[in-house]
């Protein structure tokens, strides 16, 4: 079965730095890989996404993710993070197997940015 | 206007009451998914439809049942409410066709109290 973890409820960092949100995954397949984000009182929102390719992916608002197949692993990035940052991640993950269509979502890890 | 809207947007209810959220899509999307979020659980899926003739349970449907009225719309009751479904519930679309990016365009959210 299809699994995906985020290990960090919670990361703190400080504007300007560079941010890490990690995320591990589990599907018997080819993995479909997704980052969504959540600010308050809103729905989630696609950010990017790895299905084949490079490893290193670039998505929306200057976060990237790179996929690690070894570590099975698909960590958010971003090199200097902004207050505006601040919000709910969550990782999810498609089993690519078969046309599989369906997404596993993480249980979140929120972002604080502090100014 | 969003391209996937749910009504209402804050619903509280009486233990016990039959409810039911809507949710509507103009993305022209076959598939839609009904997740409630939980803190700390990440989103979970209730039900999901493939087309108007077809629907799912997913891997949380007890005490919820659905309806796919037409293509864009997809509504979600619960029979009789009981406290423990207070949630934030989205709405979700996909397309099956992989014409876009594989991820979803989900909705604004309905925060559901059941007292």
């Known amino acids: 079965a299809q699994s995906v973890a985020q290990p960090e409820d919670q990361v703190n960092v400080a504007e300007g730095n560079p941010l890490t949100v990690k995320c591990t995954y589990s599907?018997?397949?080819?993995?479909?890989l997704f980052w969504y984000v959540q600010y308050p009182n809103r729905g989630l929102q696609f950010l990017l996404k790895?299905?084949?390719?490079d490893n290193l992916v670039k998505g929306s608002y200057g976060f990237e993710a790179e996929f690690n197949k070894s570590q099975t692993s698909f960590h958010l990035k971003k090199p200097s993070a902004l207050v505006s940052d601040s919000a709910l991640y969550f990782c999810?993950?498609?089993?690519?197997w078969g046309g599989g269509f369906k997404t596993i979502f993480g249980a979140g890890t929120r972002l604080f940015v502090k100014a | 206007d969003a391209d996937v809207t749910q009504t209402p947007r804050n619903r509280i209810t009486k233990t016990g009451k039959r409810i039911m959220l809507e949710c509507s899509q103009t993305?022209?999307?076959?598939?839609m998914y009904w997740y409630r979020q939980d803190p700390g659980l990440g989103l979970r899926l209730i039900y999901y439809?493939?087309?108007?003739?077809?629907?799912n349970k997913g891997e949380i449907s007890d005490g919820y049942s659905v309806s796919r009225q037409a293509q864009a719309k997809f509504s979600l009751s619960l029979e009789s409410a009981i406290p423990n479904q207070t949630a934030l519930y989205f709405c979700?679309?996909?397309?099956?066709?992989?014409?876009?990016?594989?991820?979803?365009?989900f909705g604004s959210g309905t925060r559901l109290t059941v007292v």
């Open positions: 790895y299905i084949t390719g």
């Open positions: 599907v018997s397949g080819n993995p479909y």
């Open positions: 979700a679309t996909s397309d099956s066709k992989g014409t876009t990016n594989y991820g979803y365009t």
């Open positions: 993305k022209g999307h076959d598939r």
């Open positions: 439809s493939f087309d108007v003739k077809d629907i």
């Open positions: 999810a993950v498609r089993d690519g």
